[in-house]
């Protein structure tokens, strides 16, 4: 009892208190990295962003056709869409791909004009695969009737139910469709305020800690507009899509952006509040 007893009090204590030191480190750790303002730190890509003079990196070439041009922004070049076939795309790469779980940002500049659009919506930026208006996967930023809006889309999955474990005939299928494009109705998030159609400039903003049920952000030039349960999304969003600037991927709709947008950013993380308050005051 008197060994047992020595053995706790020389070995066993000092080993958990190590391990309650290491927990304590990594937790102070990732709260210092959250703290820190870096936005150069998982930048995936930067589109729309020549002239800038912060030094960030831009992102992989872009193209446009259609009624969009290069013309002069708040402090470098915008892209100006006439919101009738302006097409800007960006070729899909690794980077993109935001896997299961994978966090991530999106923002840009915009200065949105009214526009007669399908459902009242203009596309921002897109990175999503479609099937029609109904089902997608991937995700995106945009406007709904001037207020800033995401949907966050993953594929259907595998759910199991008691009547498919008994039923091995439905194993397959399941399997089969598990990446199969989701009803997006219950991804899309739209906040409250305020319309930006207001001939102004907007830094506009989403994040994604898909592991918190407060996780999900919408900011309009640096404050959160809204928040979400971003757990729900934590599916698969990766698709072979090219990334989309100011256009819609259903071509039957009509709903590309009218306006100027500058200054597209794509981030392989969430970006704290403090953070976006720093991108919205460059």
């Given at each position: 009892m008197n060994l047992s007893a020595g053995l706790i009090k020389r070995v066993l204590l000092p080993l958990l208190a190590l391990v309650a030191l290491g927990v304590g480190f990594a937790f102070w750790w990732q709260a210092r990295l959250e703290s820190r303002v870096d936005l150069s730190r998982k930048l995936v890509g930067r589109w729309a962003a020549e002239g800038q003079a912060d030094g960030l990196a831009a992102g992989s070439p872009m193209t446009l056709s259609g009624g969009v041009t290069r013309v002069k922004g708040r402090k470098g070049t915008a892209l100006s869409f006439d919101g009738v076939d302006g097409n800007v795309s960006v070729p899909d790469a690794r980077g993109m791909a935001m896997g299961t779980g994978q966090n991530l940002s999106v923002m840009a500049w915009i200065?949105?004009?009214?526009?007669?659009?399908?459902?009242?919506?203009?596309?921002?930026?897109?990175?999503?695969k479609v099937g029609g208006i109904l089902t997608a996967r991937g995700f995106c930023l945009n406007l709904s009737d001037g207020r800033l809006a995401c949907q966050i889309a993953p594929p259907v999955g595998i759910h199991l139910t008691k009547a498919t474990l008994?039923?091995?005939?439905?194993?397959?299928?399941?399997?089969?469709?598990?990446?199969?494009?989701?009803?997006?109705?219950?991804?899309?998030?739209?906040?409250?305020?305020?319309?930006?159609?207001?001939?102004?400039?907007?830094?506009?903003a989403l994040t994604l800690d898909r592991h918190s049920k407060k996780?999900?952000?919408?900011?309009?030039?640096?404050?959160?507009?809204?928040?979400?349960?971003?757990?729900?999304?934590?599916?698969?969003?990766?698709?072979?899509?090219?990334?989309?600037i100011g256009t819609?991927?259903?071509?039957?709709?009509?709903?590309?952006?009218?306006?100027?947008?500058?200054?597209?950013?794509?981030?392989?993380?969430?970006?704290?509040?403090?953070?976006?308050?720093?991108?919205?005051k460059q």
């Amino acid at each position: 009892m008197n060994l047992s007893a020595g053995l706790i009090k020389r070995v066993l204590l000092p080993l958990l208190a190590l391990v309650a030191l290491g927990v304590g480190f990594a937790f102070w750790w990732q709260a210092r990295l959250e703290s820190r303002v870096d936005l150069s730190r998982k930048l995936v890509g930067r589109w729309a962003a020549e002239g800038q003079a912060d030094g960030l990196a831009a992102g992989s070439p872009m193209t446009l056709s259609g009624g969009v041009t290069r013309v002069k922004g708040r402090k470098g070049t915008a892209l100006s869409f006439d919101g009738v076939d302006g097409n800007v795309s960006v070729p899909d790469a690794r980077g993109m791909a935001m896997g299961t779980g994978q966090n991530l940002s999106v923002m840009a500049w915009i200065q949105p004009m009214h526009a007669d659009t399908t459902f009242g919506i203009m596309s921002i930026v897109e990175k999503r695969k479609v099937g029609g208006i109904l089902t997608a996967r991937g995700f995106c930023l945009n406007l709904s009737d001037g207020r800033l809006a995401c949907q966050i889309a993953p594929p259907v999955g595998i759910h199991l139910t008691k009547a498919t474990l008994l039923a091995p005939n439905t194993w397959v299928p399941l399997w089969k469709g598990r990446n199969a494009l989701v009803q997006v109705a219950p991804f899309i998030f739209v906040a409250p305020g305020p319309d930006l159609r207001d001939g102004q400039f907007h830094h506009v903003a989403l994040t994604l800690d898909r592991h918190s049920k407060k996780g999900g952000r919408l900011y309009v030039d640096g404050r959160p507009v809204m928040t979400f349960d971003a757990t729900m999304s934590n599916g698969n969003l990766a698709n072979a899509e090219p990334l989309l600037i100011g256009t819609h991927p259903d071509t039957t709709i009509h709903a590309g952006f009218k306006g100027l947008i500058e200054d597209v950013r794509l981030y392989s993380r969430a970006l704290s509040q403090s953070e976006i308050e720093a991108a919205a005051k460059q």
